[in-house]
């Protein structure tokens, strides 16, 4: 079993950064792909970046590419997500989930664990 703690959402202005950070509470970066996804209202949950356990490859969707980095601290079993060049439509609830033996899917439902969210507000 593992839980993942999400923090550092918040309220910035178009063109700001944030970074989120998610918190594993067993070891994860032996086995665990991890990765962010984002829920807006009104639309589905949709993949931002994720990190392979295996060789620590990077993924990103194309509406984040060259403003967002996915990174992982393996000491401290935490992810993070540091978005820069923020727009308003990157207003959402970010989320971080946890795939066992991910390949760096970017489906919702290849991941087994989910942190509770937290929420992104970019003012124009």
């Known amino acids: 079993q593992v839980q993942l703690v999400e923090s550092g959402g918040g309220l910035v202005q178009a063109g700001g950064s944030l970074r989120l950070s998610c918190a594993a509470s067993g070891r994860t970066s032996d086995t665990y792909t991890m990765g962010w996804f984002r829920q807006a209202p009104g639309k589905e949950r949709e993949f931002v970046a994720g990190i392979r356990y295996i060789d620590g490859r990077l993924y990103y969707a194309d509406s984040v590419k060259g403003r967002f980095t996915i990174s992982r601290d393996n000491a401290k079993n935490t992810v993070y997500l540091q978005m820069n060049s923020l727009k308003p439509e990157d207003t959402a609830v970010y989320y971080c989930?946890?795939?066992?033996w991910g390949s760096g899917s970017p489906s919702t439902s290849a991941y087994d664990y989910w942190g509770q969210g937290t929420q992104v507000t970019v003012s124009s």
């Open positions: 989930a946890a795939d066992k």
